[in-house]
């Protein structure tokens, strides 16, 4: 392939066969990178088990349904946009909208004309939605799902969003679960604010100590991931992989119950 081919050629130039590629659960799908406070961005390697498991917890926890216009107005680089909202979307037979970049002006134009149901966002998106002029005569009558991440929202955006009727999923999550680890639920918006939820339905979730066991409670620990969504390792970086122990990959059959939050 030339570099610079025109799109249309390189369409043309394939072949008319279908693919079929036989794969495991355990094959590698893609991979996304992450560099949160460590220094350099690391490969995230997801699994079609990470990415579909991730899925489907969205779908039992998030209620996804069939009729779903989703709105993906953050980048699908993002783990939370593509694995949250828009796979999770197709998954249940939905109907994504992709824009980009975002615009507040326009994504309210958006939700409207599309009858958009579900929404993604970080709080300061939601907060320049919010903003704009037009917030107080927009049509926000088909939103059903907000779902919100990347930081903890303000109780000032939760109030706004209230005061027109709706309300927030809320989701903590790490690129290398798929991101998908814990989820609070609309009913506890504001009874629960600050917390991060319950574990996802096919994730377990727990702050540990150094040796692995449970921190008590008030005790400084790490959050420990277990769960069929979890990442098969960083690309490249066996080292790195190995010596970040919160990491656990198994099968969904061996779940145990817990809480959180």
């Known amino acids: 392939m030339a570099i610079g081919q025109p799109y249309d050629d390189l369409l043309g130039s394939g072949n008319d066969e279908p693919i079929d590629e036989d794969i495991t659960l355990l094959d590698p799908a893609l991979i996304m990178y992450t560099s949160g406070t460590t220094g350099l961005p690391k490969g995230v390697t997801l699994t079609h088990g990470s990415v579909t498991w991730n899925a489907i917890n969205c779908l039992v ?154 921190s008590a409670p008030g005790e400084t620990g790490e959050i420990v991931v277990s769960g069929p969504n979890v990442m098969r390792g960083y690309w490249e970086q066996p080292e790195r992989t190995s010596t970040r122990p919160r990491w656990r990959m198994r099968s969904a059959t061996t779940r145990t119950c817990s809480s959180a939050g």
């Open 61 to 214: 926890d998030a209620d996804f349904r069939a009729d779903e216009v989703s709105l993906a107005v953050a980048p699908l680089f993002h783990t939370a946009a593509l694995n949250m909202l828009s796979l999770p979307t197709i998954l249940r037979g939905g109907t994504l909208v992709l824009e980009a970049p975002f615009d507040p002006r326009r994504a309210l134009d958006l939700i409207g004309r599309h009858r958009v149901t579900c929404l993604l966002g970080v709080p300061t998106m939601f907060d320049a939605i919010a903003g704009d002029e037009r917030w107080a005569a927009a049509d926000l009558s088909s939103l059903r799902t907000l779902l919100c991440g990347g930081a903890p929202v303000p109780p000032t955006t939760i109030r706004t969003w209230l005061g027109r009727g709706l309300t927030f999923i809320q989701g903590y999550g790490l690129t290398e679960a798929g991101p998908g680890s814990l989820l609070l639920d609309a009913n506890h918006v504001v009874s629960k604010a600050g917390s991060a939820g319950t574990p996802h339905f096919f994730t377990d979730v727990m702050v540990a100590r150094q040796d692995l066991t449970p």
